[in-house]
Structure formats: C-alpha cells, structure tokens
C-alpha cells in the first residue's frame, strides 16, 4: 500500500487547453479515491498520468514517498484495471491471471498459488479453464480485476471499470468491488463518470471540471455542503432543481409563482437581492403526508415517474431555470457555458410513493425550507458557507 501525492501537476496537449490544470491533491494509505465528473473533465488524463500513461507538464507525483514523475509505468507498482478488460483471448482465465508473474520470472509454485488464492477472492475457481470468449462481461471483469490484484501493487488504478456492464450487473460488482478493497485496503484511485458509483465507493470524492478540482470531500458532505453550484448540480440523483431568485426580507422569491420564508439558519450572512436557489427534489413532499406547518405549493403534474420505492413529480415554475452544463469536450463544436437559462423551470420533486399525484392532475406540495440552497450568480459559490 502506499500514499499518492499530486504536487500541481499539469497536463497540457499541444495545440488544445489544459486537461489537468495545477491539480494537489493527496491519496492516503488504503484510501479509496474516486474521480467523477462529466466527459472532457480531465479525471481520466489525471489517471493516466498517476499511472505513467501520459507524462505530467508540470508538478510531481510522489507514491509511497518516491517521486515517480519521470519513471515509465512499469517501475510506478502501480496495476490498472480499464472498461475495455484487455484480456488475451488464447489463453485461459488461468493465464491471464498468471501471466504478469510469468514476465517477473515468479517461481512456477508460487504463481499457481496466487492464482488459486485470487481465484478464491473472486469466485473464479470454476472458470479457470475457460478463455474470455466462453465468459459473461462480469466474469471478464473480476478476471480483469483478479489480473491486477495478482501483482500485489502499491495502488491500483481503475478508469471506468463498471461502464460495460448492464445495470443489475453494474450493481452487483460495485457490492463486490466494496468488499475486495475492504479485504485488501489497497489505495485505489477510481474514475467514474457515474455518480451513484462515486457515492457508494469513495471514502472521498474529488469532483471535477475542466481539468481542476472543485470539491474533495466525503459522499455525503458533497451532497450536504456544495462548495459550489456545479458540484450541488452534479451530484444528487434527481439533480438540484436550481433557478434565478431574489432574497428580500427573510423571504426568497422565485418567478411569480413562489414566495418561501427563509429560516435564519439558512440566510446567507449580508448578501440580499440576485441569487441562485437551489432545492433538491426531496425538499418536497405530498402534502398530505406532510408537516401541517410547511409552506404549500399547488402545481400541476407534468410527468409522472413511479419507481415503486418513491415517486417523481415534474411541474412547471414561472421563473428562470440555471442548467448546469457538461465541462467542454474535445469536440470543437461543442462549447458549453456553466449556465444556460431557458424560459421556464421545470422542477423534480420526490414524493411518497403512496401519493395520489396522477398526470395532468393538481398537487399540493408541502416545501421544506431548511432545505434551501443559495448561490452566487456571479462565482457560482455556495453562499451559505461563506
């Protein structure tokens, strides 16, 4: 195991903007580290350079005390794990597993046992006679895995591993892979661009835009305390309903539709007039089912979404939406701004699943205000952590 340390490292391509740009960041012993953010955020430049993949511009990586910056992948103790399993197709999941041992000369008796011992972690002892074409993509997967844990490095690198996986499947190996990294506490570094992913693995998440940092930090600080407004619309699963807002007196008004009083402990200290509001899709509730001295907005029911476990209202709000873009991408087209306002809000809001809501029909909703977010419409920073 070892300690990752990122020193301002920099990564710039010729003729094309920074991908990493002056990142610091440090990786502790059995860490495990996510990276997310959308496409064309740098997370899997900043990978591939931990790794050797793509030499750094500037800044230095240091991995158990050693600076590796200059030194070529191999020489890092590092294994990497990629969406694409890169297995060798004549050979059978027992020589896949063994085959970097071969390359290191490792003793014939020692090699197969380390085989049987990671095919037993793994479940794999009854594939080990197969090759890759006889397994299903989650058997090729832990192969994968199985192929990187074999080395017994210092940390392992995976870029997306789970992407090429349908959805139960993706489920069943994140379970897994929780519970491989708690048997072998190996530092990882894990770049995803799914934020369920990011949530449930990480013990921290560094979220990413442009090629910088905007918030490391525990899942569930992420999710509480934002730093900024792209990190509240990024994580969260219905998004941040976010729109253009006014502080005025102790009350927040939105559009012409909605005046909400703002608790004092939710008021951002000195600011009044223009801000962004945020409130997740959970601030509401069927008021119904809902503390009677909430504040009531009755919308009409857009679309409808039951998922059983809970329910999801889309309605309409007479006031300017903030829609967070994806950073840029490597497609010069495809220049996306942080905030792109259109006419009207469309806002999600996550009730109980015993709600009578119904599609086109009326609804009451109760508004939790200690759930209120607010914004810099200028910075784009969290104002209640000021």
């Given at each position: 195991m070892a300690e990752i340390v990122l020193e301002h490292l920099t990564k710039e391509f010729a003729g094309k903007s920074l991908a990493v740009d002056d990142v610091s960041l440090t990786i502790t012993d059995g860490e495990f580290m996510v990276l997310v953010g959308p496409s064309g955020c740098g997370k899997t430049t900043l990978l591939r350079s931990i790794g050797g993949l793509e030499g750094a511009t500037d800044g230095r990586i240091i991995i158990g005390g050693r600076d590796v910056t200059k030194l070529p992948p191999g020489d890092r103790d590092l294994a990497m794990v990629f969406q694409n399993y890169a297995l060798y197709p004549h050979m059978t999941v027992r020589e896949n597993l063994g085959?970097?041992?071969?390359?290191?000369?490792?003793?014939?008796?020692?090699?197969?046992?380390?085989?049987?011992?990671?095919?037993?972690?793994?479940?794999?002892?009854d594939l080990l006679s197969r090759r890759p074409r006889e397994l299903s993509g989650g058997q090729q997967q832990r192969v994968a895995m199985g192929r990187a844990i074999i080395r017994e490095p210092a940390a392992f690198l995976m870029d997306e591993p789970l992407s090429n996986l349908d959805a139960k499947l993706s489920d069943s190996m994140r379970t897994s892979l929780q519970q491989l990294h708690g048997r072998l506490g190996t530092t990882t570094v894990y770049v995803t661009h799914d934020q369920v992913e990011a949530m449930t693995l990480g013990h921290r998440v560094a979220v990413m835009r442009?090629?910088?940092?905007?918030?490391?930090?525990?899942?569930?600080?992420?999710?509480?305390?934002?730093?900024?407004?792209?990190?509240?619309?990024?994580?969260?699963?219905?998004?941040?309903?976010?729109?253009?807002?006014?502080?005025?007196?102790?009350?927040?008004?939105?559009?012409?539709?909605?005046?909400?009083?703002?608790?004092?402990?939710?008021?951002?200290?000195?600011h009044e007039g223009e801000v962004i509001v945020g409130l997740r899709p959970e601030a509401f509730s069927d008021a119904a089912f809902a503390d009677a001295g909430l504040p009531r907005l009755e919308v009409t029911v857009r679309v409808l979404e039951e998922l059983g476990s809970d329910t999801h209202v889309f309605f309409e709000v007479d006031a300017e939406p903030v829609i967070i873009e994806a950073a840029h991408s490597d497609d010069p087209d495809d220049d996306l701004t942080l905030l792109t306002v259109r006419e009207r809000a469309l806002f999600t809001a996550r009730v109980e699943p015993r709600s009578e809501a119904r599609l086109g029909g009326t609804l009451s909703l109760a508004v939790d205000t200690s759930q209120l977010y607010f914004f810099s419409p200028e910075t784009g920073e969290n104002l209640l952590l000021k």
């Open positions: 085959y970097s041992l071969r390359v290191h000369k490792t003793p014939k008796k020692e090699i197969a046992q380390r085989v049987e011992r990671v095919a037993r972690l793994l479940g794999l002892e442009d090629g910088k940092i905007q918030q490391v930090d525990a899942p569930q600080r992420l999710y509480r305390e934002p730093t900024n407004v792209f990190v509240a619309a990024f994580i969260g699963s219905p998004a941040m309903n976010l729109v253009k807002g006014q502080l005025l007196n102790g009350d927040v008004v939105i559009g012409t539709e909605l005046k909400l009083p703002v608790p004092e402990s939710r008021r951002p200290v000195g």
